[in-house]
C-alpha cells in the first residue's frame, strides 16, 4: 500500500513530461515537413536548392542562424528562418542532420 502513492506521484509527474517532449517532436517534424517543397523528399534535393539530409548539424545550424540574421546572402531563405526561434532551427539542425 506504501507504494501506491509513490506511483501516482511518479505518473503524475512525468506524465506533462512525455507529453511535452512528443509534442514539440511533432512541432518540429511539422515544421521540417513544410522544408521539403524545396529541399526535395526526405531532405533529398531533387534540382539546385542544397540537399539537408545527412549534412552535420552545426553546419546547418550556423547556416540557418547567418541566413535569418542576414549574414549569409539568401534568395528566399531569410523570410522563411525570421520566422523561428533560434531553439526552433537548433532542433531543425538536429532533425535534418539524423535523417539518412
Ligand atoms: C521556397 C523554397 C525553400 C523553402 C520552403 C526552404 N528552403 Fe532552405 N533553401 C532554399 C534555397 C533556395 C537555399 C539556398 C540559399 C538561398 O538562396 O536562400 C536554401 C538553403 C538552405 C540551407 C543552407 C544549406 C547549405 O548547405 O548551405 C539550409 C540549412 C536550409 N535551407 C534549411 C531550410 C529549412 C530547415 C527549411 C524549413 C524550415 C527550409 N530551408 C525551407 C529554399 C527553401
Not at 17 to 46: E, F
Not at 68 to 93: C, F, H, P
Request: hydrophobic share 40%; with cysteine.
Amino acid at each position: 500500500m506504501q507504494k501506491m502513492p509513490c506511483l501516482a506521484l511518479a505518473t503524475l509527474v512525468a506524465l506533462p513530461w512525455a507529453m511535452a517532449v512528443q509534442a514539440s517532436d511533432l512541432h518540429i517534424k511539422i515544421i521540417a515537413s513544410t522544408c521539403l517543397n524545396c529541399h526535395g523528399p526526405g531532405g533529398h534535393s531533387l534540382g539546385a536548392v542544397p540537399s539537408l539530409a545527412g549534412q552535420d548539424r552545426e553546419h546547418l545550424r550556423t547556416a540557418m542562424l547567418e541566413q535569418k540574421s542576414g549574414a549569409r546572402e539568401t534568395t528566399v531563405m531569410r523570410k522563411y528562418m525570421n520566422g523561428y526561434k533560434d531553439e526552433e532551427i537548433a532542433q531543425l539542425a538536429e532533425y535534418f542532420s539524423k535523417l539518412k
